[in-house]
């Protein structure tokens, strides 16, 4: 079975408002989930919303990621208030809780993104993490969410670097699923493929003006969160689990194994693998449009002020056993890495991160 979309998606501006009498029809007592402080005025407004409009509404907040210790007690939350819906509001963890624990409580899933950092809003995949950030692993569910609201009001108010981020996240889409599904004879698939190439190219040209001007006036902009939050999304509903995250997201995977006081955001470092896939692909499968690929990337990426090395994420791979355990952990047998077209080893990836850190960038 294939879970493609969301039941209904509420899309564009003042949106959140026409989606209120929808939520009604499936909800009376939702659970408003939400994390940072940087959303606390929006979610503030979402649960003000709901009062007035009749909905015996609770809240709840994640202290952590979304691990297990935050879920286990969010369920409780749940069942002592008799919950009969979730209104996850917030970036990609946020969301990710919220799917997870309306999957496992089988009620409804309301997504409300408050950021274009993923495209979590729209999928059946929940990231579990552990108490400090170290991804664990991902679970697929019984349904997307029934309702995603995309309001670009919303979604105006986060960070820029939210944004960066999730363009970052975005353009894996093309550089992982065109690498491992590049010989699937499956018409779909193609075309799921073809769709992350047309978005690579929009998020090329458009990246850097919808960065720079951060405002739903401007139709850069309101394309290019569109791209990261919900045709990302969609990708992998058509594409299925054959159109799959491949080493770019394997490296992500490894390198949250490090514990960084910089925090970096989930695209952010997704953007540094797919770096790191492309010089793998070169090194290991003779690709000779690798650096030219690297070299195109790494110009939008230094205007996004995105990370581009991993000692920009916060990482020392030299000190310590961090090389070791990075490598032990990209090629762990449940890894994506080994969805790649060709055999990858440790020695292989210790080799690529190694001369990947050394090198010096020109652009
Ligand atoms: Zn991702």
Known sequence: MQLISPEKIFRGRNIWSKAIPEIKQISQRPLLLGRSLSTK????????DLQE????????????????EDLNRIKQIILQN?????VAAGGGKVLDAGKYIGNSLSIPVITVPLSASTCAGWTAL?????????????IELKSCPKILVFDHEFIEKAPKRTLASGIADALAKWY???LTSSKVNDGLVQQAIQISRVLRDQLLIYGESAYMSQSNQNSSWCNVIEACSLTAGLIGGIGGEKCRTAAAHAFHNSLTQIVSNKKPLHGEIVGVG???QLRLEEMRNNN???NQS????????????????????GIDVFEKNNLEKIADFTCRDESEIHYLPFKVKKEDIISTITKFEKQEIRI
Request: charge should be neutral; include cysteine; hydrophobic fraction near 40%.
């Open 41 to 48: 005025n929006l979610r503030h407004k979402i649960y003000s």
């Open 82 to 86: 008799n919950c009969d819906s979730i």
């Open 176 to 178: 992982e699923s065109s």
């Open 274 to 276: 797919i770096l790191l």
């Open 288 to 290: 000779k449009l690798a």
């Open 126 to 138: 929940s990231n579990i993490y552990s108490k400090t950030g170290q991804f664990l692993n991902d």
């Open 294 to 313: 690297i070299t195109q990337l790494l110009v939008l990426m230094r205007k996004l002020n995105l990370p581009t090395k991993i000692s920009e994420l």
């Open 53 to 68: 409009n009749n909905f015996d509404v609770h809240h709840a907040i994640l202290e952590f990621d979304c691990c297990y």
